[in-house]
């Protein structure tokens, strides 16, 4: 059965720290991987990992891809108030369909 | 401006009713989705279409019927037959290109509540 499992399921840390969040996969004909951030409401978009080894930066976050361990990191650095949300990861699976299977998502909470 | 509406905001429905919830999108995206998210659990996939006058299945499509009449629009029905509505809908859409599908974008959602 397809899945995607995200760790931990909610986090506490407080601002100027350092976050890494942990996906894995285990999802037919994968083909990449993308993360979203989803605040209040509609998740948007952070990253789509297509291949293994090659490192995805905007401003204080990142993610990695592996898919020897079939798993991503997204990393936060100088983590802030703002950053507080739920980061959902999700693998795309099903050949050219590009459905997605998404995790639990992580809730992360910044606190000043 | 482009990008993903989706109405009502909230909605609220009484027992044995049916109700639809709208999304457009005039991104000229392809394919789009309807996924449920429950507290504390991921998104969930209700249908998807990939053209017009097309669409499949999802994992949890009992109880709701879509139409895509049109490439900018995809109604879903929530009808009296889904037993726990009570969730948040989202919409999502995205664009073929490079011979797959690419990131999806998704819409504020509505709240459907059952009274």
């Known amino acids: 059965e397809d899945k995607v499992v995200q760790s931990p399921l909610s986090l506490v840390v407080h601002e100027g720290d350092t976050v890494t969040l942990n996906c894995s996969y285990e999802?037919?004909?994968?083909?990449?991987l993308l993360w979203y951030k989803q605040e209040k409401k509609a998740p948007t978009f952070l990253f789509m990992l297509?291949?293994?080894?090659i490192e995805k930066k905007s401003g204080r976050l990142s993610s990695i891809l592996d898919k020897k361990e079939l798993s991503s990191i997204l990393n936060i650095t100088a983590t802030q108030t703002g950053d507080s949300a739920i980061y959902l990861c999700?693998?795309?699976?099903?050949?050219?369909?590009?459905?997605?299977?998404f995790g639990k998502g992580t809730k992360l909470s910044v606190k000043p | 401006d482009g990008g993903i509406t989706q109405s009502p905001k909230y909605l609220f429905r009484k027992e044995g009713q049916n109700v639809t919830l709208s999304c457009e999108q005039n991104?000229?995206?392809?394919?789009m989705y309807w996924y449920r998210q429950d507290p504390g659990q991921g998104l969930r996939l209700i249908y998807y279409s990939q053209i017009v006058n097309d669409f499949q299945k999802g994992d949890i499509a009992e109880g709701y019927s879509v139409s895509r009449e049109k490439k900018e629009s995809f109604p879903l029905t929530v009808t009296s037959a889904q037993k726990n509505p009570t969730a948040f809908y989202l919409c999502?859409?995205?664009?073929?290109?490079?011979?797959?599908?690419?990131?999806?974008?998704f819409g504020p959602g509505t709240r459907l509540t059952v009274l």
């Open positions: 999502a859409s995205s664009i073929f290109l490079g011979g797959s599908y690419n990131e999806q974008f």
């Open positions: 999700a693998g795309i699976y099903g050949g050219s369909q590009g459905n997605l299977i």
């Open positions: 991104l000229n995206h392809d394919a």
């Open positions: 999802v037919t004909n994968f083909r990449s």
């Open positions: 297509t291949s293994s080894g």
